[in-house]
T-cell receptor, first 110, second 113 residues
Framework: GQQVMQIPQYQHVQEGEDFTTYCNSS?????IQWYKQRPGGHPVFLIQ?????EVKKQKRLTFQFGEAKKNSSLHITATQTTDVGTYFC??????????FGKGTKLTVNP | DGGITQSPKYLFRKEGQNVTLSCEQN?????MYWYRQDPGQGLRLIYY???????QKGDIAEGYSVSREKKESFPLTVTSAQKNPTAFYLC????????????FGPGTRLTVL
């Protein structure tokens, strides 16, 4: 079945450093979604990418969808302690189900 | 994330007992989902429903059952056949299908003693 791989599993940074998480799918995706889960909380939708090569920005967050629509990345510039949490990508691959990556857990040292 | 409620937040049960987790949404969404989250495992789909009176198995449906008698409600029963039921259970809904944004409830943490 479809697999969505996400790396790294954990990332620890100093406040002010940049952070990137990568997502790779075994199949071509029609769209990819990104979610953030704060410690003790539930996943919250961040963004959806649909077009090949699409780049979207939300303040310090930059989301990218690969040309082949099989990979994506989330980059955070100058991390802050409020960025702490686990970031998940999720893709559909044309099936009825949304498949989530295992997430990247980000910790930020102030 | 408002509009989806799960209760209770914490639930304790003895081994061998069935337990039902509730999920209610007032977003008028057609689709609803149940996920299980274990440390380091991400979100794994248990069951999903795209319309009332219809639901489909996800990747880890064994030991679970659901019903969708009303659009607003999608309860999940964890049966005694589920070998390792202790986990964090998340319910979600979306407008129509999996291409839409999913809105998650606050989750229920089930501990089986």
């Amino acid at each position: 079945g479809q697999q969505v791989m996400q790396i790294p599993q954990y990332q620890h940074v100093q406040e002010g450093e940049d952070f990137t998480t990568y997502c790779n799918s075994s199949t071509t995706l029609s769209n990819i979604q990104w979610y953030k889960q704060r410690p003790g909380g539930h996943p919250v939708f961040l963004i959806q990418l649909v077009k090949s090569g699409e780049v979207k920005k939300q303040k310090r967050l930059t989301f990218q969808f690969g040309e082949a629509k099989k990979n994506s990345s989330l980059h955070i510039t100058a991390t802050q302690t409020t960025d702490v949490g686990t970031y998940f990508c999720a893709g559909d691959g044309g099936s009825e189900k949304l498949v989530f990556g295992k997430g990247t857990k980000l910790t930020v040292n102030p | 994330d408002g509009g989806i409620t799960q209760s209770p937040k914490y639930l304790f049960r003895k081994e061998g007992q069935n337990v039902t987790l509730s999920c209610e949404q007032n977003l008028n969404h057609d689709a609803m989902y149940w996920y299980r989250q274990d440390p380091g495992q991400g979100l794994r789909l248990i069951y999903y429903s795209q319309i009332v009176n219809d639901f489909q198995k996800g990747d880890i449906a064994e030991g679970y059952s659901v019903s969708r008698e009303k659009k607003e409600s999608f309860p999940l029963t964890v049966t005694s056949a589920q070998k390792n039921p202790t986990a964090f259970y998340l319910c979600a809904s979306s407008i129509r299908d999996n291409t839409d944004t999913q809105y998650f409830g606050p989750g229920t943490r089930l501990t089986v003693l």
